[in-house]
Every structure is written in C-alpha cells, then in structure tokens.
C-alpha cells in the first residue's frame, strides 16, 4: 500500500496545484507506480474520496490543527487529507495504518520538518473522533450544506436559486454516488442484441436502454480498451444525455453535419452511425492533436463519413459550411459532470463568469454554418443558466432568421424545471444522466 499512498498524494497534488484531470492524473500516477489490481483499486478509492470530501475534510482537520488550514503547506494538507478519509471514511483500514504511514510520507516533504506536526493532528483526530463538530442535518444554509456535502456555498447557492432547494439537496446526493456507465452500438457495424451477446462473452454485463434506441448500459467492464468488443469498433463510450442530444439534432443519411466543437467525438460518431455513414459529418477542433483523435476514434469505429479537420470556433473568417444540421457543444464549466470530475466543484467562481460571452461567440458563428430550414443545437455539459437558458434565450432574441424548435422528448424525460419547450435540462438525480443542457432552433 505504500506505493499506493505516494501515487495517491502525487495525483492529489497534480490535481491540486496544477488543475489536472481527475482521471487521466489517477490513471497515469497507478500506471507509473506499477499497482496491481488490488492496490490500484485502493489508491483510486482514496483519491476520489479525498477529492469528493475536500471541504469536509478540511473543516473536520480545522478542529485539531492550530495552524489554520488555509496555511498549511498543499504538499502537508494533501497528506492529512488522505490519512482523515482513511480514518474517517475507510473501515478497513486501521487508523494506526493511516497515520504512521501519513508520518512516513511527511518525511519526505520538505525535509521531514512537518512530519511531527502531521503526526500531533491526526493523533488529535484520533482521540477527538466522537467530538468532531458537524452542521446538523436540519441546516440547509449553504456554508451548511457546503460542509456536508463538500461543495462550495456560492455554487450551492446558484444552483438553490435556479432549480429549488430539493433538487439541489438531489445534485448534492448524486455527487458521491458512482455515475452509471452507458455506450454507444455501432449500428453500422451490429445490433444492440448482438454487442449484448458479445459482450456477455467477456464477462461483461449490459442492457439496452428501452427508451433510446442504440445506447446500452455496461457493468463490471473493467478496462474499456482492453475488450475485443471495443477494439473491433462495435461501440463508443458515452452518457445518454449526449446521445439524446444527437437524437433531437436527428441528422439523416446524406445530409451534410458539422460538429463545431467536436473533441472528443463522441457525438460526432454517434451522428455518423445515426446517419448510416452516408453523407458528410464535419468534426472540428481548433487544436490539432484533438482533431487527430477525432480522426483515430473514427477510423476505429469504421466511419469514413467524419471529415475531422482543425477550425476555430470563434473564427468569423471561416469557410461557411452550409450545413443541414449544425451541432454546437460549446466549451463550459462542466458542473453537470462532477460525479466524473469532483475537482470541478472547487473551480474559481470568476472562471464562470467569463463563460458566457464566449459561448454566445461561439454560437452566433455556428449560426451563419446552417442553411435555410437547418437545425441548430445548442448544448453544454453544465448546470448553471447563465451558460443554458440565458444563452438560448439571447440567441433568439438576437437572431430573428432562427426559430425556436420544441422538441419531441422521449415518455422518461420529464421536466424537471420550468423551461422554454426548446430546452431541456437533464439533471442527474432524476434522469439518470450526467447534469446536460439542450436547446434547439431552426433556421427559417
């Protein structure tokens, strides 16, 4: 375990400080460690947890530390952080465990200066375990809430004023559950059926979704990548909230489609396969190297109707496409996929705030690539209404060529907020799905 620990911390660290992707950190950290099955599983169960718990953690550490937190060097707080969840949230690890190997770890940091401070406060946590002081269950103050729940008041805040007090207490009950793990079939390549029955051969559960043809939902997959199913391109991973985006847009075989800010291609493909592979699918990126996987992901999956090529989104120079359909998934804050990403709770608030201009750029020029009677979809991964309805509703309020399309919804997706009949916002607790954003125009 105790290369687990330090790949653990490392991670933790790199997330941190260097604001790297939760599991592509984790991932690399148990690679180069070199952990086998058992302590890869342990190592990502700490790191999760401690990201999950950040708040909470700090708050209960605040109670035996006479350094405020806030002061405690990031290399020593992360450290603590680890030894309190294993303490407090681990029952199969000894807390004696936790902390001598917490001491261990601060020896190496900074000299071994700390390492007798780490071991008075965990020691002190572990004499003052039944006193820590929590917010009761009846306080729903946001700094309440935030403690519970390890989620920033302002951000509790936003989401209490733009869905209600009991779909945020839903939000924050769905964060520390494990999100369900959905695909794609490659309907050019087999059936639902048939990648079920293949699949079932690897050991691998899954179902189909009744109510969205094509998607399917995987269990005990273990790596991805590894399986032949995957490897012989007979289905993409990808949450339904994308997929049912791709069924509003509905493109059709032969028709010409452009995903604007398509990395990294799952809805590209799921167009392409929804088309039969007859027509042209544009796929850009602006940046280069994702473009390329684009082009890998489809070359996979046997899609030769993806044409993925490098074209800024904001660029008003652009070619005009004149598309039939157009897809814009615009850049966002990503607050609908924090049971993926948990880190992205703790993003900066004025980061957000910038976003809003951007993706109205960004769909003004999406706008000019739809041909007369084209679709346009607008989408983001987020939960904020700074970045959904207010952008929707600006945009029709700003284009009078486009018009609003009230979208024909499958019987499982209720409403779950009061919104224009071209919007849906799926949120996690109710859907199923990851927390997603749809609106839908036509250009008249």
Known sequence: MKNARTAVYKALLQVDVSAGYSNIVIDKAIGEAGLDKRDAALAAAVFYGVLERRLTLDHILAQ????????????????????????????????????????????????????????????????????????????????????????????????QEAYGEQHTLGLLNSFFRKPPLYARVNTIKTTAQRLVQQLAQENVQAKPVDWLPGAIELEQTGAVAHLKAYEQGLFHIQDISSQLCCALLDPKPGQTVADICAAPGGKTFTMAEMMENKGRLLAFDKYKGKAGLIRQGAQRLGLTVVEAA????????????????????????????????????????????????????????????????????????????????????????THSDFRAKPLCLPAHIVRAVGEADNQITLLPHIHGTDGFFIAVFVKT
Do not use: H
Not at 101 to 114: D, F, P, R, S
Not at 342 to 370: C, F, G, S, T
């Open 310 to 397: 490098v074209r800024d989104a904001l660029d008003p120079q652009a070619q005009a496409l004149c598309a039939d359909s157009v897809l814009c998934d615009a850049p966002c804050a990503g607050l609908g996929i924090i049971r993926r990403k948990p880190e992205i709770r703790y993003k900066p608030q004025a980061e957000l705030k910038e976003l809003p201009a951007v993706q109205r750029r960004i769909l003004n020029e999406a706008a000019k690539q739809v041909k007369p009677g084209g679709t346009l979809v607008y989408s983001t991964c987020s939960l904020n209404p700074a970045e959904n309805r207010e952008v929707a509703d600006w945009f029709l309020e």
């Open 64 to 159: 035996f530390s006479k350094t405020p937190v806030k002061r405690i060097a990031p290399e020593i707080l992360e450290i603590l952080r680890m030894a309190c969840y294993q303490i407090l949230y681990m029952e199969k690890i000894p807390p004696s465990a936790a902390v001598n190997e917490a001491v261990n770890l601060a020896k190496t940091v900074k000299g071994g200066k700390l390492s007798g401070f780490v071991n008075g406060v965990l020691r002190g946590l572990l004499r003052g375990k039944a006193e820590i002081k929590m917010p009761s269950e009846q306080e729903k103050t946001p700094q309440a809430l935030g403690i519970r729940y390890s989620c920033p008041p302002w951000l509790i805040r936003l989401w």
